[in-house]
C-alpha cells in the first residue's frame, strides 16, 4: 500500500494552498482591513470563517465522498445533481472565474506597465493561457508542477509583503468607517462571503484527488486523509496570509486613505514601501497566484465533462482553455458584471449542500431532506441573482423584508426552516437508513 511522505504531503498542501489563492483573495482583506480600522481582528475572524472555514469544511465533505461532485449531488437525482454541477463547473471555469484570473492579473501585474490597451491584453493572454495549458494538460504532475516550484516562490512574494506589512507598516491602525462600527464581525463575515471560495473548494475537491492518486495512493481512506490534510495545510496557508493583509490595510489610511479597492491599496503601499521593484513584485504575486488558480480550475473542468460527456479530458481542457482565452479578451468590467449575479445565486446552493452532506448522518433518507432544502435555497438564490443583475422587479417585495435580506442572505432563514421541517418529517417517516433513526 502506497503512502505517502511528509515531504508529499507538505507538497500536496502547498498545490491546495495555490489553488485557492487567487486575485481576489489577496484584493478583499486589504480592503476590509482599511474598513475596519481600530476593528480589524474582529472583522478578520469573521472574515476567517468564510473565507478559510467554509472552503475547507467542502474539502473534508468532498473527501468523505470520494473527491467529485457527483457523489455529493447524488441524493439531489441524477438529474438535478448533474445540472447543479455543470452550472458550478461552468460558471467557476470558462464562463467566469478561468479567463477572470487572466485579466486581472493583467491588470494588476502588467497593465501599470504596458497600459489596458488591447494588445498588450491578447499578448499577455496568449503566454498566460499557453502555460496554463501546459501545467493542465498533466494533472499527475501538478504536486511537482505547482507544489514543489511555483508555490514556494509564490510564498516567497507573500512572504516578502506579509513580513514588511508587519515589520513595516506604512502608519498606524486606523479609524474604523461607518460600516464596521455597528457589525465588524459580521461585516468580515460577509467579505469573506464575496471570495466565492466555496464554489471553487466544490471543483477543487476531484483535482486533490487525482494529484493523490497520481502519487500512486489508491486506497480511499488514504485519499480522503491526505485531502483533509491538504486542506488544513492551506486553510492555515490562507489564514495567515489574509491575517497580514488585514494588518496591511487597517495601517495604510494614511498613505492610501481614498482608495475604492484592494488593488490600489496593494499598489500605494509597495510604492511606499518598495518603489518600483515592489511594483515588479506585487505583479509576481498576483499573476503566480491566478496561475495556480487557473490550472486548478481548468483540471478540474476537464476531469469532470470528460468523465460526463464522450470527449477526452485533453480536448476539454484545450476547448476551455482556447474559450476562457476568448472570453478573458472582452475586459475586465463586462466579466464580472455578468458574473457577479451568477455567483451570487449559486453561492447559496454551494453552501447548503456540504451543510447537507457534512450531517449526512443525522438523515434516515438523504433525499428526504436535500431536495426540499435545495429547492427553496435555489428559489431564494434566484431572487439574490436578480437583485444583483438590477432586475429588483421582477423580486417580490416581501422578500427585502427577510431577516438579513439587506445583506443578501436573505435565504438563511426560509432555508433554516425548511431544513428543521424536512429533518423533522425525514424522523417520522424513518426507515431508509435505521441506523441514523
Request: glycine content about 12%; hydrophobic content about 55%; charged content about 10%.
Amino acid at each position: 500500500m502506497t503512502r505517502l511522505k511528509s515531504l508529499d504531503l507538505m507538497a500536496l498542501g502547498f498545490m491546495t494552498f495555490a489553488l485557492f489563492l487567487g486575485a481576489g483573495n489577496i484584493i478583499f482583506p486589504p480592503s476590509a482591513g482599511m474598513a475596519a480600522g481600530e476593528s480589524v481582528w474582529s472583522a478578520a475572524i469573521g472574515f476567517l470563517i468564510t473565507g478559510v472555514g467554509l472552503p475547507l469544511l467542502t474539502v473534508v465533505a468532498l473527501a468523505r465522498v470520494g473527491g467529485g461532485m457527483q457523489a455529493l449531488t447524488a441524493p439531489l437525482g441524477r438529474k438535478a445533481g448533474t445540472a447543479l454541477a455543470v452550472a458550478v463547473y461552468l460558471a467557476i471555469g470558462p464562463l467566469f472565474a478561468t479567463p477572470r484570473t487572466a485579466v486581472v492579473s493583467f491588470e494588476m501585474g502588467v497593465a501599470p506597465f504596458t497600459g489596458n490597451d488591447g494588445a498588450p491584453l491578447l499578448i499577455y493572454t496568449l503566454a498566460y493561457f499557453a502555460a496554463v495549458l501546459f501545467l493542465a494538460l498533466n494533472p499527475g504532475k501538478l504536486v511537482d508542477s505547482i507544489g514543489k516550484f511555483i508555490t514556494p516562490v509564490l510564498l516567497a512574494g507573500l512572504l516578502v509583503l506579509g513580513g514588511a506589512a508587519l515589520l513595516a507598516p506604512a502608519g498606524a491602525i486606523g479609524e474604523t468607517s461607518e460600516s464596521y462600527r455597528a457589525m465588524p464581525f459580521v461585516q468580515g463575515f460577509l467579505q469573506g462571503y464575496l471570495t466565492m471560495d466555496t464554489l471553487g473548494a466544490l471543483v477543487f475537491g476531484i483535482v486533490i484527488a487525482t494529484a493523490i492518486r497520481g502519487r500512486g495512493v489508491s486506497d480511499s481512506r488514504l485519499v480522503t486523509r491526505y485531502s483533509v490534510i491538504a486542506g488544513l495545510i492551506a486553510a492555515a496557508g490562507l489564514s495567515l496570509v489574509y491575517l497580514s493583509l488585514f494588518y496591511l490595510g487597517a495601517t495604510s489610511q494614511g498613505i492610501a486613505g481614498d482608495a475604492q479597492n484592494g488593488v490600489q491599496i496593494l499598489t500605494a503601499y509597495v510604492q511606499y514601501t518598495f518603489g518600483t521593484p515592489g511594483s515588479l513584485l506585487l505583479a509576481l504575486v498576483i499573476t503566480l497566484a491566478c496561475l495556480t488558480t487557473a490550472v486548478g480550475l481548468l483540471t478540474a473542468c476537464g476531469e469532470y465533462f470528460s468523465e460526463l460527456l464522450p470527449v477526452s479530458y485533453r480536448k476539454v481542457v484545450l476547448a476551455f482553455g482556447l474559450f476562457s482565452l476568448l472570453v478573458s479578451n472582452q475586459g475586465l468590467t463586462q466579466l464580472i458584471s455578468v458574473s457577479v449575479p451568477v455567483l451570487v445565486g449559486l453561492y447559496p446552493l454551494a453552501i447548503v449542500l456540504v451543510g447537507l452532506s457534512l450531517l449526512g448522518r443525522f438523515w434516515c433518507a438523504a433525499p428526504r431532506v436535500f431536495v426540499p432544502v435545495m429547492l427553496v435555497t435555489l428559489l431564494f438564490g434566484l431572487a439574490d441573482a436578480f437583485n444583483a443583475a438590477g432586475f429588483k422587479a421582477l423580486v417580490p417585495q416581501f422578500l427585502g423584508h427577510l431577516p438579513l435580506a439587506a445583506q443578501g442572505l436573505g435565504w438563511v432563514v426560509p432555508v433554516a426552516v425548511t431544513l428543521l421541517l424536512a429533518a423533522v418529517a425525514d424522523r417520522l417517516r424513518g426507515e431508509a437508513q435505521p441506523e441514523a433513526c
